[in-house]
């Protein structure tokens, strides 16, 4: 039967993203020590990792009342180490009940409630901050490590 997670399609999002991680910080590292031919492309290539592993757990939401489970109310309440056990252990959306298939029954029975989905939480203008902020950063890694010492 499995989890939500697993109902809706949406587990590769979550065993996904720590290999991402991992990625960024070896392409990250490489560029700061490696030579200075690639160092350039390979911290572009981190920086896209690193947000690709920043934005997969929260494009896990659910299809029929579009919860973005991530972010959600609920999970913002619980500590940040509890977040991805809560989700994994989903049986049914927190919001609209719905099993993870996302049938028609479950849209019908959503709309019927007459209620609004929650907005999101990573708004494109919140998104577009941690994008100037990460690059801020990463430009500044670079000019420090690549000073010379005096």
């Not at 030579?35 to 350039?40: Q, R």
């Not at 309440?77 to 049986?91: E, F, K, M, T, Y």
């Amino acid at each position: 039967m499995g989890t939500w997670l697993e109902r809706s399609g949406q587990s590769w999002k979550l065993t996904t993203y720590p290999t991402l991680r991992v990625g960024a910080a070896i392409l990250f590292i490489y560029g700061m020590h490696g030579p200075k031919a690639l160092n350039v492309l390979s911290m572009l290539f981190s920086f896209g990792l690193a947000l690709l592993s920043f934005l997969l757990p929260r494009l896990v939401w659910c299809q029929v009342c579009r919860l973005h489970m991530e972010s959600s109310s609920m999970a913002r309440a619980l500590p940040d180490h509890d977040r991805s056990r809560w989700l994994a252990g989903l049986d049914r959306c927190p919001a609209c009940g719905d099993d993870g298939t996302a049938t028609a029954e479950s849209r019908a029975a959503w709309a019927a409630l007459g209620m609004t989905p929650e907005p999101a939480y990573w708004s494109l203008t919140r998104l577009l901050w941690v994008v100037v902020f990460t690059m801020a950063m990463m430009a500044a890694c670079q000019v420090y490590v690549r000073r010379p010492i005096t």
